[in-house]
């Protein structure tokens, strides 16, 4: 009974690495999300995307850039790994054109050395 | 000023006891209210949602919300060790993407 899939639960890369993070959603939600948590600091926005190759900016998108290519799939990018984007991520989905309820992945908690 | 503002606990009740949990927020054009609940490794899961002032009540959870004050919480009735986690409260307004707080953490006693 899956409904947000993110497809790596854990990832160790290297500073200056290309990295990415995929969701999908099996609900046909026609908005996408993608969070980071830290301790203390909550769930941070990243990105987000309300269509198909549509997407735009969260609180927080340096260093990171996302693609919506299918309905289903949202991808997060980091292009060129940091430290300090060690963190949790979390992808969720909504319906809807307010904001509603999101329904999160599992999260994919990325370490970067 | 963060936008929304919980206190970061711990929390600590006896097994049965209310617990009490806060939020404030500074965007007066909010209009969605939700409470999550996150065990330790897990992701977030929705308990409740609230729209309009008042109460809302869901077997032992109760949301209320009042937008005059800018203050949301989420009373817990009868807690039980079960309810320990952290919970964070959402608020949605003009975009689609909801702001999270940076959540409470809640202790239940045995």
């Known amino acids: 009974d899956v409904k947000v899939t993110q497809s790596s639960r854990y990832l160790v890369k290297r500073t200056g690495e290309k990295v990415f993070l995929e969701c999908v959603q099996d609900?046909?939600?026609?908005?996408m999300f993608w969070y980071r948590q830290d301790p203390g600091l909550g769930l941070r926005l990243i990105y987000f995307?309300?269509?198909?190759?549509?997407?735009e900016k969260g609180d927080i998108p340096e260093g990171y850039s996302v693609s919506r290519e299918k309905k289903e799939r949202f991808s997060l990018i980091l292009e060129s790994a940091s430290t300090n984007q060690t963190s949790m991520y979390l992808c969720?989905?909504?319906?809807?054109?307010?904001?509603?309820?999101?329904?999160f992945g599992a999260g994919s908690r990325l370490t970067v050395l | 000023q963060k936008e929304v503002e919980q206190n970061s606990g711990p929390l600590s009740v006896p097994e049965g006891a209310i617990a009490s949990l806060n939020c404030t927020y500074s965007?007066?054009?909010?209009?969605?209210f939700f409470w999550y609940r996150q065990y330790s490794g897990k992701s977030p899961e929705l308990i409740m949602s609230?729209?309009?002032?008042g109460d809302k009540e869901d077997g032992r959870f109760t949301a209320q919300l009042n937008k005059a004050s800018q203050y949301v919480s989420l009373l817990i009735r009868d807690s039980q060790p079960s309810d320990s986690a952290t919970y964070l409260c959402?608020?949605?307004?003009?975009?689609?993407?909801?702001?999270f707080g940076s959540g409470t953490r809640l202790q239940v006693q045995p």
């Open positions: 609230i729209y309009s002032n």
């Open positions: 965007d007066r054009g909010s209009q969605s």
């Open positions: 969720a989905s909504s319906q809807g054109s307010g904001a509603n309820v999101l329904t």
């Open positions: 959402a608020v949605g307004g003009g975009r689609r993407a909801l702001t």
């Open positions: 995307s309300y269509d198909v190759k549509m997407k």
């Open positions: 609900m046909d939600h026609e908005n």
